[in-house]
Each structure stands twice: as structure tokens, then as C-alpha cells.
């Protein structure tokens, strides 16, 4: 077995093992391998006593310093003597320590004496540094992430390799072809006393996912994958994890290999790795040129680095489900790719290899519990701790029960009471959920005794039971298909109003709220059944509800003689193009509903051309959010055009679509003669600096509209001296966001003199642009005399101490504005 040492941050528990090397007959730990584990480590101590550490024959270290080579009183050491049993405590360093400065210092001044070319690659060294750093700290904020199994449904850690390896040739990148591994969760969550199993993130052993149109993948998953590459290459230890440096490693689990090619795979791994860096490196700086951004590694560069990582923080559910879906798309057979799904004692899901699995759940008990399955034609999928049963009498369903609590790897229950069951076998069915991890249940008790409880139909007490099964803390969603003689949805009053959203049986109140409740297609239908007689309710939520176009086709067709539904949400399902024309036909007759969702949908351009012809004629819809669909520039310019003759519309969420520039003349426009539209996001499109100038314009005529969101769109310092000089005339526009959109100090400048004349804008959002402390400044002289302004928000602008300074001193004399991130 391999030689390790025990290493913790002192005063932690959590210990990790770091392997020990032979060198010069010593047994010894690299220092380089320790701080990949703990970054920004000062010493070791053994109890309170600081370790020894090894030197050359003169007691001195060498460093190089680019080309050069400057040798330096040893001040960090650069291994440690190997303690076998004993854990070394870690410290870490707040700011630099004595001696590092000292050592600083005397680089320095060996630096002072070379030549300029020299400080400027140690410049760039620096930026470098910075740079990884930054990659760093996005790989560690995906690995903290946590995730509940509703959310969770496929494993969120995976990167991409080429198809074959091949020496990096920019001219040929756009050939390549890639495949997707996913990677175990393997941590401190799988381990067992005496387990032998490494516990460290690694690799699926798994002949990986052909990624289809990479370009588009890269361009959503890119930021993502660029700190998962990194991680695996140079390993990290955060949050319980420990993730080994490819190059250390003795296993690589991509494929099945012998031991005498471990050595051969492992630096075809790395060398697939670094092609997959690269690759995604050039498209990254592609992409700055086209966008004017300096990309020889300046400070310029390092900030468009940082907001390329911006949104890179952790894939969200809806990210996860998307890459499900395309998966499936791509690659329909073994989904998962030999992983499988724990819940830790935290409630957290993690995927694992088919080792950790079996070691966290008792290997015979699930056997048992296998078979229990097996002789009632049931199915279990282990991966995904799914089952799906049909009980036949009461004694099978005490025999499943039993079973049950001794499986501690069933999240998924779809559970069907096939016989005339009682309240008593409801309350087996509870205890036997209290000591299981269950979370989510779809039971069905169409066979319940209602001749038994005829006499207390609408009585509270008829649903006791199931609310007991509602409220265990494991349980996060709860469907139940009830008899149709049993009483009405507004007869269940759980004792926490939260409850019925975990809850979904009938339909009968004034807002229903199903929430990720997997109704899907058939579902939908149902609820349009009664969609079409119900006159009481007015709110209806089925977000993620995997409800497709014929779910929708249903409910449209409900709407059309519905006459007390104002809001509708679909937000995350899958209606597409097909839904959205079918709804777009309800639109044209209905006359209530005020409120429509339609959130990540892919309705497309084709949906988004619709929905535009029913909006020349409806007049009851003020609310249409159609963020993240995909419409395009045809969708967009058909929904302009419908604006100029819609007189109720009052909110447009067209946020992530796809806009481009090209098409801002048309909502120009349309907002000379719209009279009744007030928020309008445009977030997160392409509308550039050109399209920026030409929408400008519009506040100088429009008279309505009194929010205008444009966060992320690289609109620069020329879109917005445009819209300031409108923003001198407009008296309706109160809220404005500029975030993210390479705005520097022109921009700022600009904005400062339109808001010395400007009376009605209140909220100014500058978030994530670069005015710096000249802009600061330049805002800072408004806001002594303007006095509407009341929040204006300039965080992460690289404002230093001058522009803090600017700012303090206005505040002193304006009594009314808040700033936010200076």
C-alpha cells in the first residue's frame, strides 16, 4: 500500500493524506504537493512543535525568476521529512509573514538590477498568477455548491476531452471532436473506517458523450468547464473534497487500462486535458478580439477573465436539466455512465462510483430489498434510487414496508395501494417513511375506503394521515392520486401553509401552485379538464412541470373559455414552438388573464412570431416574460411590430434571446407610438454599442416607459453618451441598468452631466463596468447637486481610493443617495 502522510488546517478535524516520495534515500512529502492542498500555507507544526525541513548541501533554495536563476537563503521549504502516523497540523498565512517579506524584498532588489524585459515578464508572471487564482476560487465555489435530489437530476461535475488525442494546432481546432466525462464526488461524504477506497474526485470509468456542436456548447458551458479542467489538472482540497493532481495520480478510471499503461495513459489524460484548456483558451480570446478587448494578458484582459467567470459560480437545476436533455438527445443509452446517486446524511446528493455506493448502502439489506421489489412487478433503478410498485394487500405492503426501511438507497417512490386500503395502512406507510430517505413520494390511494369515511368526506381529519406524510423532514415533494368521492383541495389545511406546495392532488381554490411536481403532459390535460367548469381560481403555477406542446395545446384549450384565470406560469417546461402557437390562438378570445410565463421554454422564433399576432389583438395581457427562448432577431422584430398596435401590454422580459443590434430600429420605433409599455429587459443579448445608439433615441420621445434593464449587452461608452444626451430631456425614466456593459470613464462622464438635468431617474445600477476612480469622480461632483437620485449602485468598477474618497465627500452634501459597492 502506498506511503502516505496526514495533513490538517489546524483546528479541523478533517484530515487528508498526501502521498510520500522517496528521494536521496529519505522518505519525504513535496512542499508543492501540500500547498496544492492548502493554499496559502505559512508552516507545519507536529503538535506545537515546528517541523524540520529538508535543504540543499549549502542550506539554500533556488528559485527562477523567468530566464533567470537567483538563489536565496532557504526562508519556504520544499519538503518534509515523512512523521508515519502522525498528523501535521497546517498553518495558514493572513498576510505575508516575516520572512516572505524579507524574501521580497531581496527580490527586489536582484530584480532592480536586471534588465526592463525581464520586470516585464515578471509582470506577467504576476497576471498569471492572478489569473489562476481566479480559476481557483471558481473551481472551489462549484465544488461548495449543494444540491437536494429535486433539483439534481443528473451529476453536475463533468468535463470535455478530444474524441483522440492530437497535438494542439489552432488551425485545426474548429475539426476537433470532443466527448464528455462525467466525474465521481468521491470525498469526505464516502468515507468508512477501515475502507481502502480512495476518497478523492476522479474520473468515470465510461466511454464518455459525444458533444455535438461544440461551439454552441462551449459558448454555454464553456466558463464552467475552464475551471473544471483546471481543477483536475493541478488539484485542489476544498469543502471535503479532495481532488489529486492529474500527474500524481496512479489510476486514471477514463478507461479500463493494465497496470504496465497506467504511466501511458495517464499523459495521454494529461495531454487531452491541456488540449481541452487550450481550446477553449483560443475560442475565450476569439472572442476578445472580436469584442476590441486587449489579449496579450494585461490588466484588461485579467478583467474580461473575471467576467467570463461571472456566471460560473455552479450550474444551476435548470443548466443540469438542459444538459440532460441534451444528453438524452445525443447519447440515449446509459444516461448516467456508471454513476450513482447518495444522499449524504446532510440531505445532500452526490453521484459516486459503484464502490462508494455499495460500501454507503449495506449490501445485503439492499438485496433484500431488490427482491421485494422484483416479486411485486416492480422496477428499481439503483442510480437513480428510483422504484415504482403496485401493492396488492396488505400484508405484501407490510412485507414492502419492512424492506423499505432496511434499503437506505430509495430517494423516488412511486408507490400504488391496489387494494381497498384503510387509514391503518396509510400509517404503516408513514412510519415506514420516517426511518427511510424518501423524498420524493407519488402515491396512489384511488382504492381508499370512501365508504368507510363517507360520513366525514369534508372533514379536515380525512387527510391527517397524509399530512403526517407531508410534514416528515425528508419529504420534499408529495403527489397523491385520491378516489373521486373524496373531499375537495380546500379541505386540506396543513399546519404549515408551505406544505401544500409539497402537496398535489385536486384541483378546487383561488391559486394552485405545483411546483416541480413532474405532472407532465397527462397532468396538464387534467388540470384543463377542470380548467374548463372551475370558476374560482385565478393563479395557476406549473413551474417545471415537464408539461411539452400537447400539455400546452390542453391548457390553451381550457383558456379559451376560462373566465377567472389572471396568471398562468410555465416557467422551466418544455412547450415549445407548438405550445406557443396554441396558447398564442387562446390569447386571441380569452379576456382575463393579465399574466403569462413562459420562462426557458424553446418556443423559438416561430412561438415568438405568434404569440405577436395575438397581441395586436388582445387586450388584457400586461405581463409576457419570455426570458431565455431563443426567439432570435425574426421572433423579436414580429413582437416589435405587435407593440406599435397593443395598448395593454405594460412588462417585456425578452432577457437572453439572442437580440441583436440589427434589430433595435424596429422596437425604436414601436416605442414612438406604444403608450402603455413600462419595463422593458433586454439583459444578456447582443445588442452591442451600434443597436445601443440607435434604441437611445427612443427616451427621447417615449413617455411611458419607466424601467429600462440592459444589463450585459456591450453597449461601451458610445451607447451610453447617447442615451445620457436622451436622458437630459426624458422626465418618466426611473429606473435604469447599465450592469455589465464595459461602460469606462467616457460613459460614466456622460451619465454625470445628463443626471445634472435629469429629475426623475431614482435607481442608476453600474454594476461590473470599469469607470474608475476618474468616473467616481466625475459622478461624485453630480450628486452634490442632484437630489432624485436615491440608490446608485457601482460595485466591482475598480474604483480605488480616490474615487471612494469623491464619493464620501458628495454623500456629505446629498442627503437622499445610497451607493452601493464602493
Same mark, same amino acid.
Request: hydrophobic share 35%; proline share 3%.
Given at each position: 500500500?502506498?506511503?502516505?502522510?496526514?495533513?490538517?488546517?489546524?483546528?479541523?478535524?478533517?484530515?487528508?493524506?498526501?502521498?510520500?516520495?522517496?528521494?536521496?534515500?529519505?522518505?519525504?512529502?513535496?512542499?508543492?504537493?501540500?500547498?496544492?492542498?492548502?493554499?496559502?500555507?505559512?508552516?507545519?507544526?507536529?503538535?506545537?512543535?515546528?517541523?524540520?525541513?529538508?535543504?540543499?548541501?549549502?542550506?539554500?533554495?533556488?528559485?527562477?525568476?523567468?530566464?533567470?536563476?537567483?538563489?536565496?537563503?532557504?526562508?519556504?521549504?520544499?519538503?518534509?521529512?515523512?512523521?508515519?502516523?502522525?498528523?501535521?497540523?497546517?498553518?495558514?498565512?493572513?498576510?505575508?509573514?516575516?520572512?516572505?517579506?524579507?524574501?521580497?524584498?531581496?527580490?527586489?532588489?536582484?530584480?532592480?538590477?536586471?534588465?526592463?524585459?525581464?520586470?516585464?515578464?515578471?509582470?506577467?508572471?504576476?497576471?498569471?498568477?492572478?489569473?489562476?487564482?481566479?480559476?481557483?476560487?471558481?473551481?472551489?465555489?462549484?465544488?461548495?455548491?449543494?444540491?437536494?435530489?429535486?433539483?439534481?437530476?443528473?451529476?453536475?461535475?463533468?468535463?470535455?476531452?478530444?474524441?483522440?488525442?492530437?497535438?494542439?494546432?489552432?488551425?485545426?481546432?474548429?475539426?476537433?471532436?470532443?466527448?464528455?466525462?462525467?466525474?465521481?464526488?468521491?470525498?469526505?461524504?464516502?468515507?468508512?473506517?477501515?475502507?481502502?477506497?480512495?476518497?478523492?474526485?476522479?474520473?468515470?470509468?465510461?466511454?464518455?458523450?459525444?458533444?455535438?456542436?461544440?461551439?454552441?456548447?462551449?459558448?454555454?458551458?464553456?466558463?464552467?468547464?475552464?475551471?473544471?479542467?483546471?481543477?483536475?489538472?493541478?488539484?485542489?482540497?476544498?469543502?471535503?473534497?479532495?481532488?489529486?493532481?492529474?500527474?500524481?495520480?496512479?489510476?486514471?478510471?477514463?478507461?479500463?487500462?493494465?497496470?504496465?499503461?497506467?504511466?501511458?495513459?495517464?499523459?495521454?489524460?494529461?495531454?487531452?486535458?491541456?488540449?481541452?484548456?487550450?481550446?477553449?483558451?483560443?475560442?475565450?480570446?476569439?472572442?476578445?478580439?472580436?469584442?476590441?478587448?486587449?489579449?496579450?494578458?494585461?490588466?484588461?484582459?485579467?478583467?474580461?477573465?473575471?467576467?467570463?467567470?461571472?456566471?460560473?459560480?455552479?450550474?444551476?437545476?435548470?443548466?443540469?436539466?438542459?444538459?440532460?436533455?441534451?444528453?438524452?438527445?445525443?447519447?440515449?443509452?446509459?444516461?448516467?455512465?456508471?454513476?450513482?446517486?447518495?444522499?449524504?446524511?446532510?440531505?445532500?446528493?452526490?453521484?459516486?462510483?459503484?464502490?462508494?455506493?455499495?460500501?454507503?448502502?449495506?449490501?445485503?439489506?439492499?438485496?433484500?430489498?431488490?427482491?421485494?421489489?422484483?416479486?411485486?412487478?416492480?422496477?428499481?433503478?439503483?442510480?437513480?434510487?428510483?422504484?415504482?410498485?403496485?401493492?396488492?394487500?396488505?400484508?405484501?405492503?407490510?412485507?414492502?414496508?419492512?424492506?423499505?426501511?432496511?434499503?437506505?438507497?430509495?430517494?423516488?417512490?412511486?408507490?400504488?395501494?391496489?387494494?381497498?386500503?384503510?387509514?391503518?395502512?396509510?400509517?404503516?406507510?408513514?412510519?415506514?417513511?420516517?426511518?427511510?430517505?424518501?423524498?420524493?413520494?407519488?402515491?396512489?390511494i384511488r382504492k381508499f375506503r370512501t365508504s368507510f369515511g363517507r360520513k366525514l368526506i369534508a372533514a379536515s381529519t380525512q387527510y391527517e394521515t397524509l399530512f403526517h406524510i407531508v410534514e416528515l423532514p425528508n419529504t420534499k415533494r408529495v403527489h397523491v392520486v385520491l378516489p373521486n368521492e373524496l373531499a375537495k383541495?380546500?379541505?386540506?389545511?396543513?399546519?404549515?401553509?408551505?406544505?401544500?406546495?409539497?402537496?398535489?392532488?385536486?384541483?378546487?381554490?383561488?391559486?394552485?401552485?405545483?411546483?416541480?411536481?413532474?405532472?407532465?403532459? &397527462?397532468? #396538464?390535460? @387534467? /388540470? !384543463? $379538464?377542470?380548467?374548463?367548469? =372551475? +370558476?374560482? %381560481?385565478?393563479?395557476?403555477? *406549473?413551474?417545471?412541470?415537464?408539461?411539452?406542446? &400537447?400539455? #400546452?395545446? @390542453? /391548457? !390553451? $384549450?381550457?383558456?379559451?373559455? =376560462? +373566465?377567472? %384565470?389572471?396568471?398562468?406560469? *410555465?416557467?422551466?417546461?418544455s412547450i415549445g414552438s407548438d405550445g406557443a402557437q396554441a396558447l398564442s390562438e387562446a390569447l386571441k378570445t380569452n379576456s382575463t388573464l393579465t399574466t403569462l410565463d413562459l420562462t426557458n421554454n424553446s418556443i423559438g422564433s416561430d412561438g415568438a412570431q405568434a404569440l405577436s399576432e395575438a397581441l395586436k389583438t388582445?387586450?388584457?395581457?400586461?405581463?409576457?416574460?419570455?426570458?431565455?427562448?431563443?426567439?432570435?432577431?425574426?421572433?423579436?422584430?414580429?413582437?416589435?411590430?405587435a407593440l406599435k398596435t397593443n395598448s395593454t401590454l405594460t412588462t417585456l422580459n425578452l432577457y437572453g434571446n439572442s437580440i441583436r443590434g440589427n434589430t433595435v430600429q424596429r422596437l425604436l420605433k414601436a416605442l414612438r407610438t406604444n403608450l402603455t409599455l413600462a419595463i422593458l429587459d433586454l439583459t444578456y443579448n447582443?445588442?452591442?454599442?451600434?443597436?445601443?445608439?440607435?434604441?437611445?433615441?427612443?427616451?427621447?420621445?417615449?413617455?411611458?416607459?419607466?424601467?429600462?434593464?440592459?444589463?450585459?449587452?456591450?453597449?461601451?461608452?458610445?451607447?451610453?453618451?447617447?442615451?445620457?444626451?436622451?436622458?437630459?430631456?426624458?422626465?418618466?425614466?426611473?429606473?435604469?441598468?447599465?450592469?455589465?456593459?464595459?461602460?469606462?470613464?467616457?460613459?460614466?462622464?456622460?451619465?454625470?452631466?445628463?443626471?445634472?438635468?435629469?429629475?426623475?431617474?431614482?435607481?442608476?445600477?453600474?454594476?461590473?463596468?470599469?469607470?474608475?476612480?476618474?468616473?467616481?469622480?466625475?459622478?461624485?461632483?453630480?450628486?452634490?447637486?442632484?437630489?432624485?437620485?436615491?440608490?446608485?449602485?457601482?460595485?466591482?468598477?475598480?474604483?480605488?481610493?480616490?474615487?471612494?474618497?469623491?464619493?464620501?465627500?458628495?454623500?456629505?452634501?446629498?442627503?437622499?443617495?445610497?451607493?452601493?459597492?464602493?
Amino acid at each position: 500500500m502506498e506511503e502516505t502522510q496526514l495533513f490538517r488546517l489546524i483546528g479541523s478535524a478533517v484530515t487528508v493524506e498526501i502521498p510520500v516520495s522517496h528521494v536521496g534515500g529519505q522518505n519525504i512529502v513535496f512542499w508543492e504537493d501540500v500547498e496544492q492542498v492548502f493554499p496559502g500555507m505559512q508552516h507545519v507544526q507536529n503538535g506545537k512543535v515546528a517541523v524540520n525541513v529538508l535543504r540543499d548541501s549549502d542550506g539554500n533554495r533556488t528559485v527562477m525568476l523567468s530566464n533567470y536563476f537567483i538563489t536565496v537563503p532557504s526562508i519556504t521549504p520544499h519538503r518534509i521529512k515523512h512523521l508515519p502516523g502522525v498528523v501535521l497540523d497546517v498553518i495558514k498565512s493572513t498576510g505575508p509573514s516575516t520572512e516572505e517579506s524579507k524574501f521580497r524584498e531581496y527580490v527586489v532588489e536582484k530584480v532592480d538590477k536586471l534588465d526592463d524585459n525581464v520586470i516585464k515578464v515578471l509582470h506577467n508572471q504576476r497576471l498569471m498568477q492572478d489569473r489562476l487564482a481566479l480559476i481557483q476560487q471558481k473551481a472551489e465555489a462549484i465544488l461548495v455548491q449543494n444540491y437536494e435530489l429535486l433539483e439534481y437530476t443528473i451529476p453536475r461535475l463533468f468535463i470535455v476531452l478530444p474524441e483522440t488525442s492530437m497535438p494542439w494546432d489552432p488551425a485545426k481546432m474548429f475539426r476537433t471532436k470532443f466527448r464528455l466525462y462525467f466525474i465521481y464526488e468521491c470525498g469526505e461524504h464516502t468515507k468508512v473506517p477501515g475502507s481502502t477506497f480512495p476518497n478523492h474526485l476522479h474520473l468515470a470509468k465510461h466511454e464518455g458523450y459525444t458533444v455535438n456542436k461544440p461551439t454552441k456548447f462551449f459558448e454555454k458551458y464553456g466558463p464552467f468547464l475552464m475551471a473544471m479542467l483546471h481543477l483536475i489538472k493541478v488539484g485542489a482540497g476544498i469543502a471535503g473534497h479532495l481532488v489529486p493532481a492529474l500527474a500524481n495520480l496512479k489510476v486514471v478510471d477514463v478507461i479500463d487500462s493494465t497496470l504496465s499503461a497506467v504511466d501511458s495513459v495517464t499523459k495521454q489524460v494529461i495531454d487531452d486535458v491541456d488540449y481541452s484548456i487550450k481550446y477553449l483558451e483560443e475560442n475565450r480570446t476569439q472572442i476578445q478580439k472580436s469584442n476590441g478587448v486587449d489579449t496579450e494578458g494585461g490588466e484588461v484582459a485579467l478583467r474580461y477573465l473575471e467576467s467570463y467567470f461571472s456566471r460560473v459560480e455552479g450550474l444551476e437545476g435548470v443548466d443540469l436539466r438542459q444538459l440532460g436533455s441534451y444528453l438524452k438527445a445525443n447519447s440515449p443509452d446509459n444516461l448516467l455512465g456508471n454513476l450513482y446517486c447518495i444522499t449524504t446524511d446532510k440531505g445532500h446528493v452526490k453521484w459516486v462510483c459503484i464502490d462508494h455506493y455499495r460500501q454507503a448502502y449495506n449490501e445485503r439489506d439492499q438485496q433484500d430489498f431488490e427482491k421485494a421489489v422484483q416479486v411485486n412487478d416492480g422496477s428499481y433503478d439503483p442510480q437513480l434510487g428510483k422504484v415504482v410498485i403496485s401493492l396488492g394487500s396488505k400484508i405484501i405492503a407490510e412485507e414492502f414496508f419492512y424492506a423499505l426501511t432496511k434499503a437506505r438507497r430509495v430517494d423516488d417512490l412511486d408507490i400504488t395501494f391496489n387494494w381497498v386500503c384503510s387509514r391503518s395502512d396509510l400509517e404503516k406507510l408513514e412510519n415506514a417513511l420516517k426511518e427511510s430517505r424518501v423524498s420524493i413520494l407519488r402515491l396512489d390511494i384511488r382504492k381508499f375506503r370512501t365508504s368507510f369515511g363517507r360520513k366525514l368526506i369534508a372533514a379536515s381529519t380525512q387527510y391527517e394521515t397524509l399530512f403526517h406524510i407531508v410534514e416528515l423532514p425528508n419529504t420534499k415533494r408529495v403527489h397523491v392520486v385520491l378516489p373521486n368521492e373524496l373531499a375537495k383541495l380546500s379541505d386540506f389545511k396543513p399546519k404549515r401553509p408551505s406544505d401544500l406546495h409539497k402537496l398535489s392532488c385536486r384541483l378546487d381554490s383561488d391559486s394552485l401552485a405545483l411546483r416541480n411536481s413532474l405532472i407532465g403532459d &397527462n397532468g #396538464a390535460q @387534467a /388540470l !384543463s $379538464e377542470a380548467l374548463k367548469v =372551475n +370558476s374560482t %381560481l385565478t393563479t395557476l403555477s *406549473l413551474y417545471n412541470n415537464s408539461v411539452r406542446d &400537447n400539455g #400546452a395545446q @390542453a /391548457l !390553451s $384549450e381550457a383558456l379559451k373559455t =376560462n +373566465s377567472t %384565470l389572471t396568471t398562468l406560469d *410555465l416557467t422551466f417546461n418544455s412547450i415549445g414552438s407548438d405550445g406557443a402557437q396554441a396558447l398564442s390562438e387562446a390569447l386571441k378570445t380569452n379576456s382575463t388573464l393579465t399574466t403569462l410565463d413562459l420562462t426557458n421554454n424553446s418556443i423559438g422564433s416561430d412561438g415568438a412570431q405568434a404569440l405577436s399576432e395575438a397581441l395586436k389583438t388582445n387586450s388584457t395581457l400586461t405581463t409576457l416574460d419570455l426570458y431565455d427562448n431563443s426567439i432570435g432577431s425574426s421572433g423579436t422584430q414580429a413582437l416589435f411590430e405587435a407593440l406599435k398596435t397593443n395598448s395593454t401590454l405594460t412588462t417585456l422580459n425578452l432577457y437572453g434571446n439572442s437580440i441583436r443590434g440589427n434589430t433595435v430600429q424596429r422596437l425604436l420605433k414601436a416605442l414612438r407610438t406604444n403608450l402603455t409599455l413600462a419595463i422593458l429587459d433586454l439583459t444578456y443579448n447582443s445588442i452591442e454599442s451600434n443597436g445601443a445608439q440607435a434604441l437611445f433615441e427612443a427616451p427621447k420621445t417615449n413617455s411611458t416607459l419607466t424601467t429600462l434593464i440592459w444589463w450585459n449587452n456591450t453597449i461601451r461608452d458610445d451607447g451610453v453618451q447617447t442615451l445620457s444626451e436622451a436622458l437630459k430631456i426624458n422626465s418618466t425614466l426611473t429606473t435604469l441598468d447599465l450592469s455589465f456593459n464595459s461602460i469606462g470613464f467616457n460613459g460614466a462622464r456622460a451619465l454625470s452631466e445628463a443626471l445634472k438635468t435629469n429629475s426623475t431617474l431614482t435607481t442608476l445600477n453600474l454594476r461590473d463596468n470599469s469607470i474608475g476612480d476618474s468616473g467616481a469622480q466625475a459622478l461624485s461632483e453630480t450628486l452634490k447637486t442632484n437630489s432624485t437620485l436615491t440608490t446608485l449602485d457601482l460595485y466591482n468598477n475598480s474604483i480605488g481610493s480616490n474615487g471612494a474618497q469623491a464619493l464620501s465627500e458628495a454623500l456629505k452634501a446629498n442627503s437622499t443617495c445610497r451607493i452601493n459597492g464602493t
